[in-house]
């Protein structure tokens, strides 16, 4: 960017002070043409600070020996770059080519056409989120989507707070503070995040009494544990691991039959919470669990229900109500832009066809002939530009605490690079813009493109464009 770059001011003929001298003025660069736009764009103190640094920049280049002459609108482009690059923000979409679906550190699931423009709707103007437009009256955010959660699963009554952490939280705080909870040894997960049943449940005022061992536990490890202080059984989904081999866990039929021979409610945190059976694996559904007695099931909004982040709770409806007085709702409570994702993605169930309308449906339901020509098109354009590329299979899970241990069967675009490691194509990716996040496998990249939707592909194509030079 800096014209004669490789010239030291000994080079052009000047030294080191003649060379500083040649820097225009802060002044002068703020009256240049080219900083007009700026001016219109940005904060005048903005601009002001972005043009210091470029001159700044320049200056200690030249004091560094590494002067060149650096005409004004070189510096002001330079202050433009400073200051796009303020703009873009620290939160940023990034293009996922791991091909995890529900990749926690990714932002989880996509929100479909339906919920993106609810989000819109309702973060651009007033709603009615906690008023009630039939009689002009104080409304609850909360019965937004209790109707539609209810419809949808078959539950008597629902509450949706900010995430399933905080709905586990709830939960127990509400039934079983100073009191005991039964759960088998098998199921004190952490999720990650640092969310571990056993502190959320301490956090809770709820005391943890643990039965069984941790690759089994009986029906009869629960009914010798419950006694006059007990408040709840929880059944905690196993959603990020398996619990495989000589193993065995109490199906939530037989837990049923005993807390209500118990008077006893079962909680059965599912975690993942889907609401139609996944294609690959044995994934419980939420109607299944409610089917099978579960007085609550909790789950969380933004796993493979495919909306933003909440916790939802459904279930009997005296327990939703003791909930619903708990004062701790009010530090749990959901925020209006992902209640109206969550009621988006609702109806979607209701009214479309989730598996075409939901990105988190569609991407686990793409069919491996589908992933085979998307990944076959990508190979082409990446050819094209000289890469060493292979279509190869991958077998990736879904990621974000849902369908543990069960492989999806995929395609990604490997490529070789021989100039640079892959390791440092794919940090260079990381680091372009838009970010392009990839896999690595045997000194390949990995551009797994479950995940990636048709119009992302020229982009993915451009980033690697963007890398050419020596490192094929
Ligand atoms: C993911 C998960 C949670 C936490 O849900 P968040 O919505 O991420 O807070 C709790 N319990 C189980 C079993 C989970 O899988």
Not at 131 to 155: E, F, I, K
Not at 193 to 213: C, D, K, Q
Not at 422 to 448: K, S, T, W
Request: glycine residues 10%.
């Amino acid at each position: 960017m800096y014209r004669g770059e490789k010239q030291t001011a000994e080079d052009i003929g000047g030294d080191v002070a003649g060379q500083l001298r040649t820097l225009p003025a802060v002044d002068e660069l703020l009256r240049h043409q080219q900083t007009a736009p700026l001016l219109a764009m940005y904060a005048r103190s903005r601009v002001v600070e972005a043009i210091r640094q470029a001159v700044q920049e320049a200056r200690s280049r030249i004091q560094g020996g590494q002067g060149a002459v650096v005409t004004p609108a070189v510096l002001v482009e330079r202050a433009a770059a400073i200051l796009a690059a303020a703009a873009r923000g620290s939160l940023r979409r990034v293009i996922n080519a791991t091909g995890v679906v529900l990749h926690t550190n990714l932002g989880r699931a996509v929100l479909s056409s339906r919920a993106q423009a609810a989000v819109c709707q309702v973060a651009a103007g007033y709603s009615n989120l906690e008023y009630d437009l039939s009689n002009g009256r104080r409304g609850s955010r909360y019965n937004h989507v209790a109707g539609l959660l209810c419809t949808l699963t078959g539950a008597e009554a629902a509450l949706v707070v900010n995430n399933n952490a905080a709905a586990v939280m709830l939960a127990l705080h509400a039934l079983a503070q100073g009191r005991k909870v039964v759960i088998s040894r098998g199921q004190l997960v952490e999720i990650g995040g640092s969310f571990r049943i056993p502190e959320v449940m301490a956090a809770s005022g709820a005391r943890l009494v643990e039965v069984g061992t941790t690759n089994k536990t009986y029906l009869s490890d629960y009914e010798a544990a419950v006694d006059a202080e007990t408040a709840a059984i929880l059944k905690v989904h196993t959603s990020n691991y398996r619990l495989i081999g000589f193993t065995s866990q109490v199906d939530t039929v037989d837990l049923a039959a005993l807390a209500r021979r118990q008077g006893l409610p079962l909680l059965v945190d599912l975690g993942s919470g889907a609401l139609l059976p996944p294609p690959y694996g044995d994934e419980p559904t939420v109607q299944q669990e409610l089917a099978a007695g579960a007085d609550i099931v909790t789950f969380s909004g933004d796993k493979l229900l495919g909306a933003g982040q909440a916790g939802i709770i459904v279930g009997r409806r005296d327990l939703v109500a003791a909930m619903q007085r708990d004062h701790l709702l009010r530090a749990l409570r959901i925020d209006k832009l992902s209640l109206a994702a969550l009621e988006g993605t609702l109806l979607d169930y209701l009214l479309g066809d989730a598996a075409r309308d939901i990105p988190v449906i569609r991407m686990l339901r793409t069919p491996p002939e589908v992933l085979h020509d998307r990944a076959v098109r990508l190979g082409a354009m990446l050819s094209a530009q000289g890469w060493h590329t292979a279509v190869v299979p991958t077998e990736e899970q879904a990621g974000g605490g849902s369908l543990p241990g069960v492989a999806l069967p995929g395609w990604a675009v490997a490529l070789r690079p021989t100039g640079v490691s892959a390791q440092a194509l794919a940090d260079a990716l990381r680091q372009g813009e838009p970010p392009v996040i990839v896999r690595l496998h045997n000194q390949q990249v990995l551009l797994d493109v479950r995940c990636l939707e048709d119009s992302e592909l020229p982009q993915v194509a451009a980033a690697l464009a963007a890398q050419l030079g020596g490192k094929i």
